[in-house]
């Protein structure tokens, strides 16, 4: 089977599996997910839930809990693509197919989830969701959610002030996202090629700047594969960008500045379809907030960093990137529990211990 006809079977899949799984009542979550999920099912997800495995412990550890808190949720997305890995060896499924859905599950939040007291007001999580899809099942699922958005919308934000923009973020400008039929391989081939050319000169600046002590990046690194107007779509706690200047006085300065030993650890999913690209890790980097970050006191406890980003490429270079970050997990290994700080802040929980 040609690659064109493996992309499309697994679009084809996912989307029916969307539309029973968002449509099925919550007894029926399970049997349903089993339909299209494998018996061995690895299902990823951010900071608390974490690795899960099997149809009926992803419903009853994250489905159910999150279904009673949040009703009549729509899924909303504004990017969907599909492509076969490139992260290279050494994954579970360096061939596989793998499609992305991007966008917002939004539902009345009306019972309290993690503590995060309920607004009884329409509420937008921010998604990324990757699925490999291998004969025709889907064998593994990563879920990232923007909990700390959660928490800003729900008015109980437990982290200092954050340098970028605050705000629900769009999906693309051109609207052109939803990438239910196969694009043209040329088109996704030249977008993996700028992204990875991106990732090149990034790690090559990292690498130099480690010899030479200086952190400051030229904004011509950056002009070489980013648009002016780029548009970068950060998690909450770090917030959005908008232009190179801006995108590097907001957040790669305070990154590069503020973290140190930095160190990849590869991707489980990198790919492109048309003028989309998008990857994740688990974990992809490894880092030493020794300067601090997120305005918070440095440390010298290594932290592993959880991402996902979604770019769109417009002619030959990256007009808007989508990140996710797992910031819980990653200030949970520094000793910083944010759930418990912010059921602090909200009343619900003293300080003492």
Known sequence: MDHAAQLQIAKDLVRAFYDDFDAAPSDQLA??????????????????????????????QFWLPLRASFGSIQRRP?????????????????????VCSMGHLMGLFDRAWLDIPP??????????????????????????LDVLSIMDQAGVFPLPPQTGAAFLHPGPRTHDGLLYDVQDPLESELTMDLVNEMIDDLTAHNISSMETGESYCPPEVLARTWHDDMIWYGPSGIG???????????????????????????????????????????????????????????????????VVDVYRRDG?????????????????????????????????EGFTK
Do not use: C
């Not at 049997?31 to 495995?53: A, C, I, N, Q």
């Not at 489980?268 to 992809?284: M, P, Q, S, T, V």
């Not at 910031?327 to 418990?340: A, F, K, N, S, T």
């Open 31 to 60: 049997s349903t997910l089993t339909k299209y999920v494998t018996d061995d099912y690895h299902w990823r997800g951010m900071h608390p839930f974490g690795e899960l495995r099997g149809a009926d412990n992803v419903v009853r």
């Open 78 to 98: 504004d990017v969907f693509m599909a492509g076969i890995n490139d992260a290279g060896a050494g994954h579970e499924d360096d061939d596989g197919v793998w």
């Open 240 to 306: 959005a960008s908008y232009t190179i200047d801006r995108y590097q006085h907001q957040h790669q300065m305070p990154f590069r500045l503020n973290l140190t030993d930095k160190i990849f650890n590869g991707h489980i999913a990198r790919f492109a379809d048309g003028n989309y690209a998008g990857f994740f890790g688990w974990a992809n980097l490894t880092n030493t907030p020794t300067g601090g970050f997120l305005g918070l006191p440095g440390s010298n406890a290594p932290a592993d960093m959880r």
């Open 119 to 144: 607004t009884h007001r329409m509420t937008f999580h921010r998604y990324a969701q990757f699925h490999n899809v291998v004969d025709g099942r889907i064998t593994q699922s990563a879920l990232f």
């Open 316 to 348: 030959d270079k990256l007009a808007e990137n989508w990140v996710f970050i797992d910031i819980l997990y990653w200030l949970e290994q520094q000793g910083l529990d944010v759930l418990q700080r912010m059921r602090q802040l909200s009343g619900q």
